[in-house]
Nanobody, 122 residues
Framework: QVQLVESGGGLVQAEDSLRLSCVSS?????MAWFRQAPGKEREFVAT???????TYSDSVKGRFTISRDNAKTSLYLQMNSLKPEDTAVYHCAARRSLSWVNMVRTNDYDYWGQGTQVTVSS
């Protein structure tokens, strides 16, 4: 069973930056970041495909950047110009099979991390 472990969350002020990391214990394929705010459903943030293609939600496009190391065992999310509405628990997700199409639904992913809290104060 693959385990995903996130890190890098914290308490920051609006317009600050944070970089989240996720380390996988085994081989995975497509990876993504989702987030869940209190009282809300888990929502898609960004994903990166096997050959590096990226997809972002409209709410973070232009502010967040997803990337992956060459070994494809670590995933990152650079978050700039943070807003209070970005406050959430951020989860790393991964697929155990390859998809050439970027996936944006929670049901598309097989493995999940426990999450890291990001809090943005105004």
């Amino acid at each position: 069973q693959v385990q995903l472990v996130e890190s890098g969350g914290g308490l920051v002020q609006a317009e600050d930056s944070l970089r989240l990391s996720c380390v996988s214990s085994g081989r995975t394929f497509n990876m993504a970041w989702f987030r869940q705010a209190p009282g809300k459903e888990r929502e898609f943030v960004a994903t990166i495909g096997w050959v590096g293609g990226t997809t972002y939600s409209d709410s973070v496009k232009g502010r967040f950047t997803i990337s992956r190391d060459n070994a494809k065992t670590s995933l990152y999310l650079q978050m700039n110009s943070l807003k209070p509405e970005d406050t959430a628990v951020y989860h790393c997700a991964a697929r155990r099979s390859l998809s050439w199409v970027n996936m944006v639904r929670t049901n598309d992913y097989d493995y999940w991390g426990q999450g890291t809290q990001v809090t943005v104060s105004s």
